[in-house]
């Protein structure tokens, strides 16, 4: 039997003080280091021009390579699953609420000591009447062990989108992580605009909401990036600055479509902390070819490409793409054979499910460690934690707009003022 893996006396304190009520509860005897998102965040600012996948969790392989990377490179990370690909209409195996408990077996499993949040992305908020049904589900997310969100209402106008954050924040723990978005992420049109961020975050703030993060609309789409137009670096920066003076840092989705050079000028020029990484984790998984930042490769007739002996089983590969083929399920859409296809790639032998495990690490690894400069993360999240004593380390910033400006007359009357275009209807619940 392999010797039983050794604590130091600063972790085991750690897990003492740093993990939060709901997690403690769940998993009382765990030793995986399972944190709020706000102290993801945290340790990123605290190292300066570094940011961390998110990692989405469509499949335990892409959980276990993420999670296998992050501790070679000490960095901290986020294991997160949206609304639309984990909820109640699922097309993934891995859910808002069977997340965490994914997560803590890996780690205990494994031995991973790294600080990790789990974060429900895309919690989507699509009209008014959606809100009743969000505030009676959010709690269940956070009794199943989430440890952050973002709340996305970006779909509907400016001061609903307000509106709506506002209403379900008593819902999500003060501790939680809080991501929230403006301009809904749809590709290079409708981007979003200092103006309305600046006015969906100042109105938060009036009401002490601080969030860790804001997504923004900035030239990114989901998926696989057929383009090449990308992030607008110049536009997120300038959002950004609007922004200091209220503690919101960056999340930035679809990053899939970037190259690493795009992707390093994010981090070194704007206040980026998370980036979301999905198609690429999915792609490398099944041993699909991909370029260097983990975009799909297709073939003449658009099709992406399967490398021999990579990935998972030709045999189970044939059988995907027959399921596709039956289904109507374009390539850009083979997200959804995760939920039919988990257990039969599941059921494979192990030295398949292994190297569909490694290509998922060795990926994860070189964004972590060359391109998002997350290494050495680990630590510096250990060591704020310890310096705190809490699972908690509170907002970034403290209430500076007078609430008086911000009642519910006033936001419906100030956005009526701005100017903004959300771009043409598409399919980016992701």
């Not at 790294?114 to 009209?127: L, Q």
């Not at 981007?191 to 703030?205: D, M, R, V, Y």
């Not at 939920?339 to 032998?349: D, I, K, V, Y």
């Not at 007359?409 to 009526?416: D, G, M, Q, V």
């Amino acid at each position: 039997m392999p010797d039983p893996i050794k604590y130091s006396p600063e972790y085991n304190k750690a897990l003492e003080v740093g993990r939060p009520p709901n997690i403690k509860q769940l998993f009382p005897n765990s030793k995986a280091l399972i944190v709020s998102g706000k102290y993801i965040d945290r340790a990123m600012l605290k190292k300066g021009k570094a940011m961390t996948i998110a990692a989405n969790a469509r499949s335990s392989f892409i959980m276990r390579g993420t999670l296998m990377a992050a501790q070679r490179a000490d960095a901290a990370i986020i294991i997160e699953i949206a609304r639309s690909e984990g909820g109640r209409a699922a097309y993934c195996p891995t859910s808002l609420w069977n997340m965490a408990r994914q997560v803590d077996a890996i780690c205990n499993e494994l031995g991973i000591t790294i600080p990790v949040a789990i974060h429900a992305d895309h919690f989507v908020i699509k009209k008014p009447d959606d809100l009743p049904l969000a505030k009676e589900e959010i709690p269940t997310l956070f009794e199943a062990g989430i440890t952050s969100i973002a709340i996305d209402a970006s779909h509907m106008p400016d001061d609903q989108n307000l509106l709506a954050n506002i209403e379900v924040n008593p819902m999500i723990p003060a501790w939680a992580g809080l991501e929230t978005e403006v301009g809904e992420i749809k590709g290079k049109l409708g981007l979003s605009t200092p103006e309305e961020a600046l006015f969906l975050i100042q109105g938060l703030n009036a009401y002490n909401i601080i969030p860790d993060w804001i997504a923004l609309n900035n030239g990114t789409t989901h998926g696989i990036e057929a383009s090449g137009t990308g992030i607008n670096v110049e536009l997120t920066r300038e959002i950004h600055e609007a922004l200091k003076p209220y503690g919101t840092a960056g999340a930035q989705h679809g990053t899939s479509g970037n190259d690493s050079d795009r992707l390093r000028a994010i981090i070194s020029e704007t206040s980026t902390t998370k980036a979301n990484v999905a198609t690429a984790l999915q792609m490398v998984s099944w041993g699909l070819e991909v370029n260097e930042y983990g975009n799909a490769i297709l073939d003449d007739n658009g099709d992406v490409i399967k490398k021999k002996d990579e990935g998972l089983s030709e045999t189970m590969w044939q059988e995907m793409l027959a399921t596709a083929k039956d289904q109507g399920i374009d390539p850009g859409n083979y997200k959804k054979l995760n939920r039919p296809f988990e257990n039969s790639l599941l059921a494979q032998p192990k030295e398949i499910r292994d190297r569909m495990i490694k290509a998922v690490e060795v990926f994860a690894y070189d964004l972590l460690t060359n391109v998002f400069n997350a290494q050495g993360t680990g630590t510096i999240t250990l060591e704020e934690i310890l310096k705190t004593g809490s699972h908690d380390p509170g907002p970034k910033a403290k209430v500076i707009e007078d609430p008086d400006n911000w009642t519910r007359e006033k936001i419906i009357e100030k956005a009526a003022m701005i100017t903004s275009d959300k771009g043409p209807d598409g399919d980016y619940d992701e």
